[in-house]
């Protein structure tokens, strides 16, 4: 093989390497930031670019994919004094490749820090016990600054979760105490309400027995008194029914007399004599009867032999 033909090999090499270095592929959901001679060019997107060998230069390959940044526990302040310790997580996307680049040195630990200087202007404005209860409001309020804060920086802050609040170990100690306090004092309630409930149950029980029973025997008394005002309602019908057959005897025999005939005045007469008779009622042993009265019985006897 000659000179010639090497170099011609050579300089073949040289050219297809140089086509090949003008290529970039660029993956899915990345960024290439370029710089043109140590100057800010372009930002290359997904898919085949082109650049020109040795002049242009990619200085950052950048994911656009959301990112999470899992920051160590950092020690804050309440406004009541009570050091703790908070760590969060918080989940970023990059929207400008070249705010990233040049906005901020290291980006990941300037976010860092921003969080961690964040976090404690809202932790100190808050006590303890709004701190343990309100994660949802710090969670809130620290996505809102950071996310103003990065916009420089080409981040977009999605959220951010507070992961763990570690109180000191004699707060924990004396917040268990309470807690089971707490625990104590719902269940000795939880046994008073369950006992007065008890008693209301059974004072309804014994109200309505003895409802019952007043019931009962006021149903026996008006049983016992319609059974006795029956018991008078048909005594006073078999009496009014006796005096009615004794008023229709007693016409029937005035009828009789009056047939055979007798004068009213008569009649009278006789009805006196009988109950002159009854009036002795056999108490007296001898009775003298007027000479009237015996001519009107024998009258009435004449009568009876008569029918």
């Given at each position: 093989?000659?000179?010639?033909?090497?170099?011609?090999?050579?300089?073949?090499?040289?050219?297809?390497?140089?086509?090949?270095?003008?290529?970039?592929?660029?993956?899915?959901?990345?960024?290439?930031?370029?710089?043109?001679?140590?100057?800010?060019?372009?930002?290359?997107?997904?898919?085949?670019?082109?650049?020109?060998?040795?002049v242009d230069n990619v200085v950052r390959r950048v994911s656009l994919k959301e990112q999470l940044a899992d920051f160590p526990p950092q020690p804050v302040i309440t406004k009541d004094n009570v050091t703790m310790q908070i760590d969060t997580v918080v989940f970023f996307r990059i929207y400008d490749?070249?705010?990233?680049?040049?906005?901020?040195?290291?980006?990941?630990?300037?976010?860092?820090?921003?969080?961690?200087?964040?976090?404690?202007?809202?932790?100190?404005?808050?006590?303890?016990?709004?701190t343990l209860t309100s994660r949802e409001i710090i969670n809130t309020k620290m996505q809102t600054v950071l996310d103003v804060a990065t916009d420089p920086?080409?981040?977009?802050?999605?959220?951010?979760?507070?992961?763990?609040?570690?109180?000191?170990?004699a707060i924990r100690e004396a917040m268990e105490k309470q807690m089971k306090a707490e625990r104590e004092r719902r269940e000795q309630i939880l046994i008073a309400e369950g006992e007065k409930k008890s008693a209301i149950l059974k004072a309804e029980g014994e109200k309505e027995s003895a409802v019952l029973r007043a019931e009962a025997q006021k149903i026996e008394l008006v049983k016992e008194a319609e059974g006795?005002?029956?018991?008078?309602?048909?005594?006073?019908?078999?009496?009014?029914d006796g005096i009615r057959e004794m008023q229709q005897a007693e016409a029937d025999a005035i009828r009789k007399l009056l047939d055979a005939g007798l004068t009213t005045e008569q009649i009278v007469t006789l009805k006196s004599y009988e109950a002159f008779t009854k009036a002795a009622d056999g108490q007296a042993t001898k009775i003298i009867v007027p000479s009237e009265i015996q001519n009107l019985a024998g009258l009435v006897s004449a009568a009876k032999n008569l029918d």
């Amino acid at each position: 093989m000659t000179t010639a033909q090497i170099i011609a090999i050579v300089a073949a090499v040289v050219v297809l390497f140089l086509i090949l270095s003008c290529i970039k592929i660029v993956p899915q959901e990345h960024a290439f930031v370029i710089e043109r001679l140590g100057k800010y060019h372009s930002v290359k997107y997904a898919g085949i670019n082109f650049i020109i060998p040795v002049v242009d230069n990619v200085v950052r390959r950048v994911s656009l994919k959301e990112q999470l940044a899992d920051f160590p526990p950092q020690p804050v302040i309440t406004k009541d004094n009570v050091t703790m310790q908070i760590d969060t997580v918080v989940f970023f996307r990059i929207y400008d490749a070249k705010l990233f680049t040049y906005g901020v040195e290291n980006p990941r630990i300037a976010l860092e820090s921003l969080t961690a200087t964040t976090l404690r202007n809202i932790i100190g404005e808050l006590e303890l016990d709004e701190t343990l209860t309100s994660r949802e409001i710090i969670n809130t309020k620290m996505q809102t600054v950071l996310d103003v804060a990065t916009d420089p920086w080409g981040i977009k802050v999605n959220r951010v979760e507070v992961k763990n609040i570690m109180p000191p170990a004699a707060i924990r100690e004396a917040m268990e105490k309470q807690m089971k306090a707490e625990r104590e004092r719902r269940e000795q309630i939880l046994i008073a309400e369950g006992e007065k409930k008890s008693a209301i149950l059974k004072a309804e029980g014994e109200k309505e027995s003895a409802v019952l029973r007043a019931e009962a025997q006021k149903i026996e008394l008006v049983k016992e008194a319609e059974g006795h005002a029956e018991s008078i309602r048909l005594h006073k019908v078999a009496e009014a029914d006796g005096i009615r057959e004794m008023q229709q005897a007693e016409a029937d025999a005035i009828r009789k007399l009056l047939d055979a005939g007798l004068t009213t005045e008569q009649i009278v007469t006789l009805k006196s004599y009988e109950a002159f008779t009854k009036a002795a009622d056999g108490q007296a042993t001898k009775i003298i009867v007027p000479s009237e009265i015996q001519n009107l019985a024998g009258l009435v006897s004449a009568a009876k032999n008569l029918d």
